[in-house]
C-alpha cells in the first residue's frame, strides 16, 4: 500500500479571506466553501488541492510544514507578493539555488524558489 497526496490544509482564523488571497497568487479557483470552515482551492498552479481549515486558535510559532513554490522569476515573484500582502521574512541560498521565505497575510510562512 502506498500513500498519495491529496490535499495540504492550513489552519487559519479566517479560511475564505485566506483562501481567497491564496486563489489569487497561485490562480486557483475556490471549489468548496462549506459555510466558511473548510475552503478548499484547485487548478491553476496547484498540483495538488490546497484547503483553509478555519480554527479558533491557531498553533502559534513556526510552521512545521510550509508551502516551497517555484517561479521562474524569483525577484519578480516577491515583488509581486509582497504588493499583494505578503510579507519577506528573508532571502536564502547561493548563487547555484536562491529562494525567499515570505509569510502569508496571517502569517503562515513559505518558500518562493528560483526555476532552473
Known sequence: MTLTLG???IDTTDAVELAG???EQTGAAITQ???GWFVVLEGGGLPVMLSFQKVDDPTAGKNRIHLDLGADDLDA???RLL???AT???HRGDEAFRWA????PQGNEFDVAQHG
Open 83 to 85: 504588493a499583494a500582502g
Open 77 to 79: 515573484e516577491v515583488d
Open 21 to 23: 488571497w491564496w486563489a
Open 101 to 104: 521565505t515570505l509569510a502569508d
Open 88 to 90: 519577506l521574512i528573508g
Open 33 to 35: 466553501e462549506n459555510d
Open 7 to 9: 490535499m495540504v490544509t
